[in-house]
T-cell receptor, first 113, second 114 residues
Framework: GQQLNQSPQSMFIQEGEDVSMNCTSS?????WLWYKQDPGEGPVLLIA?????ELTSNGRLTAQFGITRKDSFLNISASIPSDVGIYFC?????????????FGKGTKLSVKP | DGGITQSPKYLFRKEGQNVTLSCEQN?????MYWYRQDPGQGLRLIYY???????QKGDIAEGYSVSREKKESFPLTVTSAQKNPTAFYLC?????????????FGAGSRLTVL
C-alpha cells in the first residue's frame, strides 16, 4: 500500500531555533496536510496544501507542496516552548478508497534539557 | 462553538468486555472517521462513514464495530475480539469524504485494558 515516510522521528529544540521536517510518499498526492498534536489531545490542522509547488505560511510556520507531488516540508521559525508536540503530515490522492487519508508516523518535538 | 465531542476521555476495561466510545459532531459534516493511535505508529483508520446508515472498513477494522444512525453521531464499539485494544482513539469528520477536504479531530479517548 501507499507509504508516507516522515523525518525526523524526533528532535530537540532550543528556544529561538528554526526547525524543519519533511514527508515523502511512494506515490503522487493531490493534497498535503500538516497537523500538530499536543499530548493527550487530537491533532489540529496547521496548514493545507492543494497545488504542486505551493508555499503557504501560517505565522511562524511555512509548508511547501513538492513539485514532484511526492513530498512536502514544514518549517518552524524561531521556535518557542509551546511548539513542542507531535507533528503529522498527511496526504491524499483522491484515487484511493474514500476516506483514505494517509498519515505519516509523526515528528516529536521536545525541548532540549 | 462547533466541534467534535468524544467521550469518555479515559476508559478502563476488563478483558472480555465490549466498550463503546461516543463521537458526536455539530459541524454538519457528512463524513466521519475513527482512527487508532499507538506510540510511534501514527494514525491508522478503523472505520469511516460517508453517509447515514452506511460505513466502510478501514485498514484495521477487525475487532471493532460502528453504526451511523444519525448524521451527527458515529459510535465505535471495541469488542472482546480485539486482541490489543489499549490505545488512543480519535474520531474525525469532514465536509465531504476525504478528498480535497480536511479532517477535524476530536480530543480523543484513551482506552486501557486491565
Amino acid at each position: 500500500g501507499q507509504q508516507l515516510n516522515q523525518s525526523p522521528q524526533s528532535m530537540f529544540i532550543q528556544e529561538g531555533e528554526d526547525v524543519s521536517m519533511n514527508c515523502t510518499s511512494s506515490s503522487i498526492f493531490n493534497t498535503w496536510l500538516w497537523y500538530k498534536q499536543d499530548p493527550g489531545e487530537g491533532p489540529v490542522l496547521l496548514i493545507a496544501l492543494y497545488k504542486a509547488g505551493e508555499l503557504t505560511s501560517n505565522g511562524r510556520l511555512t509548508a511547501q507542496f513538492g513539485i514532484t507531488r511526492k513530498d512536502s516540508f514544514l518549517n518552524i521559525s524561531a521556535s518557542i516552548p509551546s511548539d513542542v508536540g507531535i507533528y503529522f503530515c498527511a496526504g491524499n490522492n483522491y484515487g484511493g478508497s474514500q476516506g483514505n487519508l494517509i498519515f505519516g508516523k509523526g515528528t516529536k518535538l521536545s525541548v532540549k534539557p | 462553538d462547533g466541534g467534535i465531542t468524544q467521550s469518555p476521555k479515559y476508559l478502563f476495561r476488563k478483558e472480555g468486555q465490549n466498550v463503546t466510545l461516543s463521537c458526536e459532531q455539530n459541524l454538519n459534516h457528512d463524513a466521519m472517521y475513527w482512527y487508532r493511535q499507538d506510540p510511534g505508529q501514527g494514525l491508522r483508520l478503523i472505520y469511516y462513514s460517508q453517509i447515514v446508515n452506511d460505513f466502510q472498513k478501514g485498514d484495521i477494522a477487525e475487532g471493532y464495530s460502528v453504526s451511523r444512525e444519525k448524521k451527527e453521531s458515529f459510535p465505535l464499539t471495541v469488542t472482546s475480539a480485539q486482541k490489543n485494544p489499549t490505545a488512543f482513539y480519535l474520531c474525525a469528520s469532514s465536509i465531504i469524504p476525504s478528498g480535497a477536504n480536511v479532517l477535524t479531530f476530536g480530543a480523543g479517548s484513551r482506552l486501557t485494558v486491565l
